[in-house]
């Protein structure tokens, strides 16, 4: 009887080929783009079965054919062990750590001891070092990060870190992103652990309203409570899911006062504070450790911010506005098709947050250009008169923001403008960027730069259309004068 080939040629060979075809299929990246340029041009064609080749290498590690390791994971602390038959040199190819461990092993099997977590995800983690891809859920990054961390795999590490950083909007039962957060700052990934930090502040009254918020560590809160470029309704929103936090977690006095110190008492309308005082058992407890506070920003609220300045500092945190989205401190804008043409829009704020200006309005004016050249680059004429044509596709976004008018209360005031920038990412609406731009400026430079607003699946728009905030935020720094 007449056998075929593929029955006559030894597993281990077998397996040898298609590792070494794989291996310098896809680690010399370069090389074979070099030579397949080089078959193009000499009219060849390329034939790219790579798909088949990651097929069979799956069903290899399925079937356990030519297998010369066993891997044996233990779950730390139980008696639960997995079995998974491997292939030696797939394993060291893929990873140093594994060359190391296989090279000084005594017997076929070699034995792992995982933490319940990366246990139940690492034949997940062993595909991934056959097939080059891996199917990941938002509860499994972490358990994958780790083993990929622990075995050197370099690349899933890294697309792991990318994956989380571009899901922190998803949506979980129980949150993900503090998680991820406390994670980073264990391993020491900075990038990831600052994009969990800038998700967090920018999409503060999200993250208050879900059960996220409840497991918030006491330095990631004290953190954010430092934080200007929290966006949020507004500082009594804050300080009502502070309290919250609080009773929820029991934590020590001294973090409880550190905390409460660091809430803007002065951006808080009076009435509120009132209603504090009388109704939040947590200021009335607390309420000799903030009590310098609170008489700092009545006399805020009672006085106009010039006649404070002559004998307060208010060059501090507690006069210092956040990003607040209620309508005292700005409006949203709505720009439907923003590339078709200019755009203006008119709105009102407060003079300040001071209770002395509350009736107070400033009107601002907004426009939005899509396509904005500066001089240098405009049409020009010709000694004969005729205009000499430019690229009108050159331009970029602009957006500009003045008040209708001047008047004397703006003396000693200053006014930062945020443009607050949304975005819809895993089908929720958040904060894609913010730019922030001072009196001085009339707008902010690299506004929407790298934005194709041209492209309607642009990442920048919701259903075609651009979604912004501005935020006017009164700052009375220039104010400080000398105390008599």
Known sequence: MVRSCEQEIPAWVYVGTLLFFLHFHSV???????????????AATVLNHSMSLVQRMETLLTMGNGSDVTLRVQTINTDEVKVIQAHSLVLTLQSDVFEELLLTRNSSALVLREAPECAAVFDKFVRYLYCGDISVRLDQAISLHKLASKY?????????????????SSDSPTGHVVGWYNYALQIGDMTLRDSCLQYLSWNLSSVLQSGEWGSISEDLLLSLLQRSDLILQSELELYEALEGWINQNQPVSTTVETALRAVRYGMIPPQHLFRLQKQSALMQKYYETIRDLLYLAFQFHSASPIQLAKYFDVNCSIFTPRNYLSSSWGSPWVINNPTRDDR????????GPSGHDSSKR??????????????SARSTYTELGAMQP????????????????????FAGVSFQKTVIVMARQQGKVVVRHVYNFHQSTEEAGDFLMDADLQRRA???????????????????????????
Do not use: C
């Open 344 to 351: 203006s829009f008119s709105f009102q704020t407060q003079l």
């Open 362 to 375: 400033v009107t601002w004016n907004a426009l939005f250009s899509p396509r904005w050249l500066p001089l």
């Open 28 to 42: 010399t990246v370069s090389g074979a783009a070099l030579k397949q340029e080089a078959a193009l041009d000499n």
């Open 390 to 409: 430019t690229r009108t596709d050159g331009g970029r976004p602009r957006i500009i923001v003045t008040p209708a008018t001047s008047s004397p209360d």
């Open 458 to 484: 642009s990442e920048y728009l919701i259903d075609s259309s651009l979604y912004l905030h501005i935020v006017i935020k009164p700052l009375y720094h220039t104010l400080l004068v000398a105390r008599k």
């Open 152 to 168: 050197h795999v370099w690349g899933l590490q890294q697309g792991l870190t990318q994956y989380m950083t571009q899901h922190l």
